[in-house]
């Protein structure tokens, strides 16, 4: 059971760029997926989530209206597109399934991988 991030890049303020997180070893499709990011001296925050049970989304305030997260079941990969990047969006960037509880809070159910470095700069 694996989930690999990958997609990220230099990419400088107002660029886009799209992550992948492609899973193997089950069906991502049956889970909830989040995107989760660590900024430099900062702590692991969850950036957006998909759910499986009724396709609703969640997007952390700062990212709303610049990143969408989709899914593709067909390639067990969900996908992260993030326009209009900021260098505050500067992060190593993690996929994970992840369970939501009744509160709204995000329980990750997979252990970090190496995620996937973000570096937006001029």
């Known amino acids: 059971v694996q989930l690999q991030a990958s997609g990220g890049g230099l990419v400088r303020p107002g660029g886009s760029l799209r992550l992948s997180c492609q899973a193997s070893g089950f069906t991502l499709e049956r889970h909830g997926v989040g995107w989760f990011r660590q900024g430099p001296g900062k702590e692991r925050e969850v950036v957006s989530y998909?759910?499986?049970?009724?396709?609703?989304?969640y997007y952390e305030d700062s990212v709303k209206g610049r990143f969408a997260i989709s899914r593709d079941n067909t390639k067990n990969s969900v996908y992260l597109q993030m326009n209009s990047l900021k260098p505050e969006d500067t992060a190593v960037y993690y996929c994970?399934?992840?369970?939501?509880?009744?509160?709204?809070?995000?329980?990750?159910?997979?252990?970090w991988g190496q995620g996937t470095e973000v570096t937006v700069s001029s």
């Open positions: 998909s759910s499986s049970i009724d396709g609703s989304t």
């Open positions: 994970a399934t992840v369970f939501r509880d009744h509160s709204g809070t995000f329980h990750p159910l997979n252990p």
